[in-house]
């Protein structure tokens, strides 16, 4: 069965600091992989999906980046935090080439302070 | 792109009462509606779907109806329970694309 592995569970991070957000996927190959960013008591956002190795799409503009550097891992990255930045950070992967059915990772709870 | 619009925002009903959650979607191409259930401080977890080429469909206690006519789907949870407590989320699958736009959630209250 499939698995989606993000890690670390939680991150308290200075202003300016950076970051790098980690999630893998098993049982599975070619998965569409998504982050997508929850503010407290909000909405999901969809920061950036891709569709294969290096390919990245980018829903929003804004200071946080994503490579997928191996089929199965997909990365959330920073040069320089903001306050905004604060939320839980989910990635998720689609079982299908056109994504459909997506299943959440556990998340990644990140305060900047 | 897609507008996918989500109504109430906050549901609370007595235990064993029916919850009703709709969500109407602007692109007549999208053919693919899921539901998912957030638990606080959990993850998003899909409940159930649905695809265009049916009208309704159901698993044990809740059920998800199409309007495709009308872009509207709806979430129905009958019978409920304290643990049915959560914030439940629609999506619509944006035709040509491999991403699910979700709207704006509903925070379900079952009180005992």
């Known amino acids: 069965s499939q698995t989606i592995h993000q890690w670390p569970a939680t991150l308290v991070q ?15 190959s070619n998965p569409n992989l998504y982050w997508y960013r929850q503010a407290a008591g909000r909405g999901l956002q969809l920061l950036f999906y891709s569709v294969g190795i290096g390919q990245i799409s980018s829903e929003v503009p804004q200071n946080l ?27 998720a992967w689609g079982d299908s080439p056109r994504g459909e059915t997506q299943y959440f990772g556990p998340g990644t709870r990140l305060l900047v302070l | 792109g897609e507008n996918v619009e989500q109504h109430p925002s906050t549901l609370s009903v007595q235990e064993g009462d029916s919850a ?21 401080g959990k993850r998003p977890q899909l409940i159930i779907d649905i695809r265009s080429n049916v009208g309704e469909k159901k698993d044990q206690r809740i059920a998800v109806t199409l309007n495709k006519t ?11 329970q304290p643990e049915d407590s959560a914030v439940y989320f629609c999506a619509v699958l944006n035709s040509g694309y491999s991403t699910l736009t979700f709207g704006k959630g509903t925070m379900l209250l079952v009180s005992p």
């Open chain 1, 65 to 91: 980046s994503a490579s997928r550097p191996q089929d199965r891992q997909f990365i959330l990255s920073s040069k320089k935090l903001l306050l905004s930045d604060s939320g839980f950070y989910l990635c």
């Open chain 2, 20 to 40: 009703v959650i709709k969500c109407t979607y602007s692109d007549s191409a999208s053919n693919y509606f899921p539901w998912y259930k957030q638990e606080l």
């Open chain 2, 70 to 80: 009308a872009k509207h789907f709806s979430l129905h949870i009958t019978e409920t």
């Open chain 1, 14 to 28: 200075p202003v300016g600091s950076p970051l790098s957000l980690e999630c893998t996927v098993e049982g599975t």
